[in-house]
Nanobody
């Protein structure tokens, strides 16, 4: 089973930036697609962004488009989420996920998940 470990969360003021990292226990190109999701208290988990690990094709939720950037470093087996212009409504636990098949770009049906990292944006 692939292990995913996120880091980089924290407390930031509105308008600030954070970069999340997700390190995989094996080569990330063995996962066709990887994604970032978030879950705020009392809300369902929601899609944030996804990327195909070989071609690098990206997809974003409308709420983060233009502010967040998903990327991967195949040499480091690491997935990133650069978050700029953060808003209080971005506060959530952010988790990375991966799967060994392509599937739809925005669904949440993944084979393995990380434990998550807390992001808190103060107003």
């Amino acid at each position: 089973q692939v292990q995913l470990v996120e880091s980089g969360g924290g407390l930031v003021q509105a308008g600030g930036s954070l970069r999340l990292s997700c390190v995989a226990s094996e080569r990330i190109v063995s996962s066709y697609r990887m994604g970032w999701f978030r879950q705020a208290p009392g809300k369902e988990r929601e899609f944030v962004a996804s990327i195909t690990t070989t071609s690098g094709t990206t997809h974003y939720a409308d709420s983060v488009k233009g502010r967040f950037t998903i990327s991967r470093d195949t040499a480091k087996n690491t997935l990133y989420l650069q978050m700029n212009s953060l808003k209080p409504e971005d506060t959530a636990v952010y988790s990375c996920a991966g799967r060994r098949w392509l599937g739809a770009a925005t669904d949440n049906n993944y084979d393995y998940w990380g434990q998550g990292t807390q992001v808190t944006v103060s107003s």
